[in-house]
């Protein structure tokens, strides 16, 4: 060392020194994190799902990373049959799709504006491509008012965040008795689970892709009565033209462009679109039908994406109220999500189209048995379990 | 790369270690290719500017040296005040330019085009390249010396801890700094990290929490009450404060790892009780580049009082003008100009070293330092505002508000709370170099100090990435 002898060094271990119990603190909790399976990075937690089928995987302390997770789930996949959307398509899973269980992947939360589905449509690799595509659109893709988003962000792995790691420390520092779990899976009520919300909650990820909720199943008939569980709730946001419904009198038509561009991309390169609006509950749909402010962007989102996806050739279903299926809101879980048996009618109703039926060979007969159970209430169907690799 | 990214203290422990080991030439080879990659991080592709102009200023100043001829002294100056200035005016102050003609050719009915060029601008082109100036200049004056060794000129020019965002340095103090055998000054370290340390505070706890609500409020001033225009304000003027003179903390004790001094450039500001004593304590690396390159020249006050207050609005307009392309600048220049010439005319110029002793101030210099710091706010509408127009609504709502309603709280009052500790803090230690110069306390107290800001740094920082303001100038 110039001139100071061991000085530099004599320095280095004072700071190294100073900055050891900030190290142990964090260290400890950071290993708290990755025995909770929290701080995996999503290709890790695609490997465990793959080798143990009743993992599920749900982040509660870190970035969820729903882009990088789903999208390399879909390149692992290579699925045949892809469910595509936000949040409102999660509840297609594989065992919906008998036969073709075993190429099923559900990408829901992949795609939440037009931005994310051109660049979906624009960076899925060539072969093999998906040959069915079930598409979710929501509203507030083509409200006017709505951030566009346009993010896509399928590089980022919350796991790899300082911000998120040093978010993840301050709230454990701020609630000491989260930590104690980390460190004792068995403390948690589903230890098989991979991240703080799937162990503490038994809610997450399947390795399909779909989404577990686990709420409890009502026991009495009133039970079963609609209860607006999205935060903020849904009618309130419509109301007041706020979250994902801000006031618009039509759709906005360069979006609706680039909804064609997309969905013309994937037919060209022999993907079938299959596309829906997922369904939003009765009180809401009332709203929107009828406040003055509401109604226009409404009605021109169900009417004018029907004759994109007509002008493409494909298959567009109106599910944006539980009774277009004939159903009613027992069948939602909030606002705007609803749970499994509904998309076991919606999937039935769309095989009512026997070109569809026929990309789907195996699917029907599923549907048709969950629906005729006993045991399929208006959240859960008795689906039958998926068909092993190499069983007939 | 920026100062407040575990990258940067990865980087920063990386270079230190590398950095003692080596003999004087090695050294500065080593910071000049840390600095480049520093610098490169940001975007490779201006480096070749940086480069550029250092190329031509390094033969510039050769040339001044090498000839007594007046006339090809001249043009050589010239050719250096075209490169620097030429770049800067290209990449910063071209489309503001053209922009503002365009608008005052149609006020009077013609229709002109003009080409817009959208270039991004280079982060900190305006601190490097004014660094850049004050040595050819110096060296055309014959007050410096030519440097010979190519390597200590770019390492003057890109030494990485100042390079973006100041000081700005001369090069008669700086380049004997890279000529010298550097030693290992322990205690110098170990106070440069605590400068680190504070300026890690500013930035992260005080400036980056204020500026969510500072954003949101002048984001949309025509739907924001006025008082919390006027909290924003003072938000405003406390993260500015924390954001540069952070970034200057970081810097200078960054650059005495190095064995290196870098100028003072914040000396407690708030506390001044004059606007001439403001001009003192706010970015004096600025502030002295302008007195002696541009003030001195065009006469200081060795002229008449007309014409000095003319080169005091000259100074103060292009000082504002050097912060951003957009007339808010310079308005915000101008008004410091106004308020100068108005406390010299009052006789009320006060300056630190006059600073009553003792822990509180007098009710008169209390007084005149709450005046002082709400002319200073005032100027900050225009500074933060991104418009004009924007700024004189952010000021009408502000002065209609206590006939609008009941005072209001700020809407987020954690960041207030952190700039008042700061303020506190900064009080009580306003005689040193920085808050955290203290070597003669008990080391337990130092490290129990050093504790709770690390954790407050960890645990009240934001997480949100904000780039230093100024940055962009």
Redesign the interface.
């Known amino acids: 060392?110039?001139?100071?002898g061991g000085?530099?060094v004599?320095?280095?271990v004072r700071?190294a020194l100073?900055w050891l119990?900030?190290v142990v603190v964090f260290g400890l909790l950071e290993v708290g994190l990755w025995r909770a399976g929290e701080s995996w990075p999503v290709d890790r937690v695609l490997d465990v799902q793959q080798r143990q089928p009743d993992a599920i995987f749900m982040r509660g302390l870190l970035d969820q990373s729903f882009y990088a997770y789903k999208w390399r789930g879909v390149l692992r996949a290579r699925p045949r049959v892809l469910a595509l959307g936000s949040s409102r398509v999660l509840k297609f899973r594989r065992t919906m799709f008998g036969t073709e269980s075993g190429v099923f992947y559900n990408a829901g939360g992949l795609v939440t504006n037009v931005g994310d589905l051109e660049a979906f449509a624009e960076r899925l690799p060539p072969e093999p491509t998906p040959q069915v595509l079930i598409l979710g659109i929501d509203l507030w893709w083509l409200n006017p008012a709505h951030a566009p988003g346009d993010e896509f962000l399928i590089e980022d792995d919350g796991a790899w965040s300082?911000?998120g790691h040093?978010?993840a420390?301050?709230t454990l520092?701020g609630r000491p008795s989260a930590i104690g779990p980390l460190f004792r899976p068995q403390l948690f009520p589903h230890p098989e689970g991979i991240g703080v919300i799937a162990r503490r909650r038994g809610e997450g990820f399947r390795p399909d892709g779909s989404l577990e909720s686990n709420l409890p199943l009502p026991q009495t008939a009133e039970g079963w009565a609609f209860v607006d569980r999205e935060k903020p709730p849904i009618l309130r946001s419509i109301r007041r033209g706020v979250g994902f419904f801000e006031p618009a009198e039509d759709v906005a038509a360069p979006r609706l462009e680039r909804l064609q561009r997309a969905l013309t991309r994937l037919r060209s390169r022999g993907i079938r679109v299959i596309g829906f609006a997922p369904p939003i509950c009765s009180e809401g749909v009332r709203l929107l039908d009828t406040e003055p402010r509401q109604s226009g962007l409404w009605n021109a989102f169900r009417r004018r994406v029907a004759a994109v996806f007509a002008a493409e050739g494909l298959s567009f279903f109106d599910a944006s109220s539980p009774d277009r299926l004939g159903l009613d809101d027992r069948y939602m879980i909030d606002g705007i999500h609803a749970e499994e048996t509904f998309h076991v009618h919606l999937l039935r109703r769309m095989l009512d189209d026997p070109r569809l039926a026929a990309l789907l060979p195996g699917t029907l007969p599923v549907l048709d048995a969950a629906l005729s159970s006993p045991k399929t209430n208006f959240w859960h169907a008795e689906l039958a379990p998926p068909a092993s690799p190499g069983s007939p | 790369m920026t100062f407040t990214?575990?990258v940067f203290l990865v980087f920063l422990v990386v270079v230190f270690?590398l950095y003692?080991?080596?003999?004087r030439r090695g050294?500065n080879a080593l910071l000049l290719g840390a600095s480049l990659v520093f610098y490169g991080w940001w975007d490779w592709r201006y480096l070749f500017l940086l480069l550029f102009t250092a190329g031509v200023d390094y033969g510039v100043a050769l040339g001044l040296a090498r000839s007594d001829a007046p006339g090809r002294r001249r043009a050589l100056l010239l050719a250096s005040l075209t490169a620097n200035l030429g770049v800067l005016a290209t990449f910063k102050y071209f489309d503001f330019f053209a922009g503002s003609l365009r608008s005052l050719l149609l006020a009077f009915g013609f229709e002109p085009s003009f080409v817009v060029l959208h270039l991004i601008l280079p982060v900190g082109v305006s601190f490097y390249t004014f660094q850049a100036l004050s040595y050819t200049i110096d060296v055309y004056r014959g007050r410096l010396a030519a440097v010979r060794d190519p390597l200590q000129y770019l390492c003057f020019i890109s030494f990485f801890p100042q390079l973006v965002a100041g000081p700005i340095e001369r090069a008669e103090r700086m380049l004997p700094q890279y000529a010298r055998?550097?030693?290992?000054?322990?205690e110098a370290?170990?106070d440069g990290?605590r400068q680190m340390l504070w300026g890690f505070f500013k930035k992260m706890v005080v400036a980056d929490t204020l500026a969510p609500f500072v954003t949101a409020a002048y984001t949309s001033p025509s739907t924001t009450s006025g008082w919390q225009l006027a909290w924003a304000t003072y938000g405003f003027a406390f993260q500015i404060y924390c954001d540069f003179s952070g970034y200057t903390d970081i810097a200078i004790g960054c650059a005495r790892l190095f064995d290196f001094r870098l100028m003072r450039n914040f000396d407690y500001p708030y506390f001044s009780r004059s606007i001439p004593e403001f001009w003192q304590r706010w970015h004096i690396s600025l502030s002295t580049w302008f007195r002696d390159y541009l003030y001195m020249p065009l006469g200081g006050n060795r002229v008449s009082r007309g014409r000095w207050a003319f080169n005091i609005l000259v100074v103060f307009g292009l000082s504002g003008l050097w912060h951003g392309a957009n007339w808010t600048f310079v308005i915000w220049g101008l008004l410091h100009g106004g308020y100068y010439l108005a406390f010299v005319a009052v006789g009320a110029r006060s300056s630190a070293s006059e600073e009553r002793q003792g822990w509180l101030p007098g009710l008169r210099e209390l007084a005149a330092m709450v005046l002082t710091f709400h002319l200073t706010c005032l100027a900050w509408v225009f500074f933060r505002a991104a418009s004009v127009p924007d700024a004189l609504l952010v000021l009408s709502r502000i002065l209609a508000a206590p006939f609008s309603g009941a005072p209001e709280a700020p809407s987020e009052a954690a960041p207030f709370l952190w700039a008042g500790l700061l303020l506190l803090v900064e009080w009580f230690r306003r005689r040193e170099p920085h808050a955290l110069h203290w070597p003669a306390y008990a080391g337990a107290w130092r490290?129990a100090a050093?504790?709770a800001i690390?954790w407050a740094i960890?645990?009240g920082?934001s997480?949100?990435?904000t780039p230093f303001i100024y940055f962009q100038f």
């Open positions: 060392m110039r001139g100071s000085s530099v004599r320095f280095a700071i100073f119990p900030v300082w911000q040093l978010l420390l301050r520092l | 990214t575990p270690l003692w080991p080596l003999p050294q055998e550097r030693r290992f000054d322990p370290a170990h990290l490290w050093y504790y690390v960890l645990l920082a997480l949100s990435y």
